[in-house]
């Protein structure tokens, strides 16, 4: 996490952060473990057997990929979100798209690990706690996992008050 601390006429403060819950993918591996044994009980066929290791494979690599980090960056030019491992889908709102940035205290049981789109939000979420919240012009909201919300806030509203 960044913030400048030279903020000053013709300079302007940027906010870099990385919020990461590597434990959830552990969770969610070691949970995948029982699924296996109990489907290899149960498997007549080896041929099943192959296709359901596939599939399992493929799940805990797309978790890793996708719900492990956001990579977060505010300033001048907006905000931009990297999700995951390869920073994919990747993100940008220029300041001119954002009407509100505010920090809300996003609860564990309403948290959506990963990246979700829906037609009226957005979420890169990877733990609960102080998130950052933009609102668009159009009516769409982002919440992003920040690791510290406050300053992310903070630099966005600077940058638009410029």
Do not use: K
């Not at 957005?122 to 909201?141: A, E, F, I, N």
């Amino acid at each position: 996490m960044t913030t400048s601390a030279f903020a000053g006429p013709g300079r302007h403060s940027v906010y870099t952060g990385r919020a990461t819950n590597w434990p959830m993918v552990v969770l969610s591996i070691a949970l995948v473990v029982p699924l296996l044994a109990v489907s290899n009980m149960s498997a007549g066929d080896r041929g099943d057997l192959v296709i359901l290791l596939l599939v399992i494979g493929v799940g805990v690599l797309l978790e890793m990929l996708t719900s492990s980090s956001v990579r977060t960056a505010a300033g001048p030019h907006g905000v931009t979100v990297r999700f995951g491992v390869l920073g994919l889908p990747r993100c940008t709102y220029r300041l001119a798209q954002i009407a509100h940035a505010e920090v809300i205290n996003l609860p564990a049981w309403s948290v959506v690990y990963g990246f979700w789109w829906t037609p009226r939000r957005t979420c890169c979420t990877v733990r609960s706690g102080p998130t950052l919240r933009l609102t668009l012009h159009s009516g769409r909201t982002v919440t992003i996992t920040v690791p510290d919300a406050p300053a992310a806030v903070a630099v966005i509203r600077e940058a638009a008050a410029r």
